[in-house]
């Protein structure tokens, strides 16, 4: 987390507020930067989520430069979309049982749409947009009110990074902020709000990033170990990552050792052959030589 992608969040919440106006619906104060991802004038509500949502994917990754930049450096910018998308989403009450909205937009917009798609030169690491957003796309099954929560708890993030602004002297500004995030942490940190793996990323990396902060304001409140329930999980995951990888060395080994029997196999036949052809070839000799001596 940086300025760069603070700014770019606050500029979309002034511009395309978090929250319904009073008529229940989402709402442009200012399209300037997001009417040319606009399809249909973006006269529905997920054509303006769809809209801002490319807007920061193309803001950050737009270009090969900016994707292998961004996405080497902090591709955790994606998690921040896709918990900004996620919650806007879930804004409006779902009235298809059937089907929510995040299921929705994915198959109509990122799965069925180009935008998505379109493969970005240069850049070996994602075939597309719709490429790196699967790498998170567990944002979009997240239950409503724990999406909310961390939402709430990047943004108020970014504000204290905003105000911050890299200057040292602003941290006695920023701490008010600091211990709010702090509060809404240890509430998020909660092992009774731990639901899956995905809700564990999420909590890691705002740990990260406001650590990153502290590290510049030393009087800012420490967070609290992350619970081990979390820790259990990813432990989880580490420990099936390495069974995974090993299982595939082992996998990987034996058909090397196959390989390496089989050649060694052919080498020898091969050499047997070949003697035996030789052993033929003197006896042949041999009966052509008696057969002038008997004549």
Known sequence: ??????SN???VTKNFPDQLDSDGKYTFKDNEHFKEYCTNDCDNPLEKINAVCLYLLYTFFGSSELFQSVANSNVDIVEYIMIWLSYMLNLKENTDSTISHLEHFYTTYIDGGSSYKQTIENVTQYTNYKDLIDTKKYYLKMDNTIVSKLYNAFKL???IYTEFNGNMSNCTKCSEKAN???NQYEELNDPNNIKDIAYC??????SNDYNNLKNNCKSFRSLPEITKKCSAQMSVVTSSSSSIANKLFIVLSIFGAIGIFWGISYKYSLFGF???FKKQQIKEKIKN???KLDH
Do not use: G, P, S, Y
């Open 1 to 6: 987390m940086d300025k760069n992608l603070c």
């Open 9 to 11: 969040f606050i500029l």
């Open 157 to 159: 993030l970014c504000e």
């Open 180 to 182: 709010k995030f702090v």
């Open 201 to 206: 990323q999420a909590l890691f990396i705002l």
């Open 274 to 276: 070949r003697k035996r």
């Open 289 to 291: 030589i008696k057969k």
